[in-house]
């Protein structure tokens, strides 16, 4: 019958959408209401059930991602009150947490306009109450954040360990802050400036950084380390059901709206993650049959120098090109979008980027500092709010492709904005910043931050 999750929402927040004031919902309990659920490998096929915290399939040799399979087949969306969670049952979650929020689509006009296309469709995460969407943390991270964290089972009693470059971190944080889950973050120390809040962050959300000079994997290289302590919990990533479903309520978001599947889906990619969740996503809806059999062209991007997924996808490479750490960590330090930093992707393993780029016929492109800035630019000139550099990056990419003739302009285009409204955020709201506990070196000794983050929860 597959793994069981009863749903019991009890007392949640939502946000105004004019003024972002607290205000307390009672929704009803309904024990009818349960997430049906199996997990299958991507390597084997085999179908098994998930006893909570499941990251990979058991007894599979060849890495590879593994997929939540649901008992209900249809997408079946709740109203907007319930906010990521009105997609529960496409959701591998056991509770509600407070202040979600869902990301909104709707279709453009100035934009599409400005560049001649007929169906351009945009669904945006971040800050623009005008439109509906209300994340605090500006950012399509909190999708993950909400699922993954209301996958947690708090009767476990670990600590959830994530390694971030900046908005994940941000929005686990507020997660964790918010619904009293324990967290430890790992973050680069010069990506500092991405750890604001509009409240203080409770004292059950821990940050140790890599010192500065490092880069997110540095980060990651020291939540490797944390997830050996058998108190500490790995957030698991790209491997993580819950992180993938979650971010892939941006295309049903957007297949609500149209009401089909796009044609063409655009985002800007570090890991990858989002874009193999979209991908995903859409098998799911073509097994619904409501929403049309095709497979949307994954058009993702990568901010120039740092390049490695497009590298190895133009050279025709399952697996990345060789890269020296030294020449990756400066060509980070050029990129505008830190967030797009990641060097070692789920690219090449069974069921991530570069399967789903072959299944959907999709592409690689790359937007320079200056396209990324100047497409900025432009969305908030023709749609009337400011982006994440993230977000900038996905938008110059989709510029160039009708620029280079690389799509019809009567296709079904779906623009994946990740992260926006910031600036205005920043403005209407009195701002936070979470500071490190303890800093280690960029190649650390592995019993000193064992020890230091022992002693950081008791």
């Known amino acids: 019958m597959g793994f069981v999750w009863t749903l019991d929402p009890g007392i949640w927040n939502f946000y105004n959408h004019t003024s972002l004031s ?8 309904n024990m009818s209401e349960r997430t049906i659920y199996t997990l299958q490998s991507t390597v084997t096929g085999q179908i098994f059930e998930d006893p909570g915290w499941m990251l990979e399939a058991p ?47 709707y279709r453009s006009q100035g934009l599409a306009g400005a560049l001649g296309l007929n169906d351009l469709y945009i669904t945006f995460s971040g800050y623009w109450p005008e439109k509906g969407a209300i994340m605090r943390t500006c950012s399509f991270k909190e999708t993950e954040a909400y699922s993954v964290c209301a996958r947690l089972d708090p009767a476990m009693g670990k600590v959830l360990v994530v390694a971030s470059a900046g908005n994940t ?22 990506n500092l400036d991405a750890l604001w809040f509009d ?16 880069d997110y994997y540095d980060a990651i290289h020291l939540s490797d380390i944390a997830k050996k302590h058998p108190r500490f919990l790995p957030e698991g990533g790209a491997r993580n059901v819950a992180r993938r479903d979650g971010m892939g309520t941006t295309v049903l978001s957007a297949v ?30 073509i097994g ?39 020449f990756a960590r400066r060509q980070v330090e050029i990129i505008l979008a830190k967030v797009l930093s990641n060097r070692k992707p789920p690219y090449g393993i069974v069921g991530g980027l570069y399967d789903a780029l072959v299944d959907s016929a999709g592409d690689i492109l790359i937007s320079t500092n200056e396209e990324a800035l100047a497409a900025a630019r432009l969305f908030e000139e023709t749609e009337g709010i400011d982006l994440h550099p993230a977000a900038a990056v996905a938008t110059a990419s989709l510029v160039q492709a009708v ?56």
């Open 22 to 29: 607290l205000h307390r919902i009672y929704i009803e309990r």
């Open 199 to 214: 409240e203080p962050v409770g004292e059950h959300v821990r940050l140790i950084c890599s010192r500065s000079g490092g």
């Open 59 to 105: 007894g599979v040799a060849t890495p590879g991602l593994i997929r939540a399979i649901y008992g209900k087949k249809q997408l079946e969306a709740r109203e907007d009150r319930y906010g990521l969670y009105k997609f529960a049952n496409w959701l591998p979650i056991r509770r509600f947490l407070q202040g979600s929020s869902a990301p909104v689509t």
């Open 169 to 190: 971190a941000r929005s686990f944080a507020r997660v964790c802050s918010d619904n009293g889950i324990p967290l430890l973050l790992c973050v680069p120390e010069d």
């Open 256 to 285: 609500q709206a149209i009401g089909r599947i796009p044609d063409y889906y655009f985002q800007a990619v570090g890991s990858g993650t989002g874009a193999i969740a979209a991908w995903e996503a859409n098998l799911r809806l």
């Open 403 to 458: 620029n280079d003739k690389h799509i019809d302009p009567r296709s079904v285009i779906m623009l994946n904005i990740t992260g926006g409204g910031e600036e205005r955020f920043k403005k209407e709201h009195q701002l936070y910043y979470l500071e490190p506990s303890l800093v280690f070196d960029i190649d650390p000794d592995e019993g000193e931050v064992l020890r230091g983050i022992e002693e950081l929860f008791g």
């Open 288 to 326: 619904d049959g409501r929403y049309g059999s095709h497979k949307m062209k994954l058009m993702v991007s990568q901010n120039a120098p740092f390049t490695p997924m497009y590298d190895a996808w133009k050279a025709g490479s399952r697996s990345l090109l060789p890269m020296d750490d030294s």
